[in-house]
């Protein structure tokens, strides 16, 4: 993208989805499995409850089967 870094700013933050910790993203973690990293169970529960793909070279979190992922290798 041609332009001043206030532009390319701007037009990254209007392209990118926030995703809040709601109580939904919360209880969607429960259904991960515990021994799993709580940053990991996070990430996988956000990406459940907001329908994101959640791009990760983890083979763990690719083989989780509930959410989608997009192998980052």
């Known amino acids: 993208m041609q ?7 701007a037009h990254a933050v209007s392209a ?3 995703a809040a910790f709601t109580h939904e993203v919360a ?4 259904q991960f499995p515990y ?3 709580p ?3 996070f990430l996988s ?4 409850v907001f329908d994101f793909t959640l791009v990760t070279a983890d083979r763990r979190l690719l083989g989780l089967g509930n ?4 192998a980052n290798r």
């Open 16 to 18: 990118t989805k926030l």
């Open 27 to 30: 209880l969607a973690g429960r």
């Open 3 to 9: 332009g001043d870094l206030t532009q390319w700013v």
């Open 67 to 70: 959410i989608k992922t997009l």
């Open 35 to 37: 021994d799993l990293d």
């Open 39 to 41: 940053a990991d169970r």
């Open 45 to 48: 529960a956000t990406a459940l």
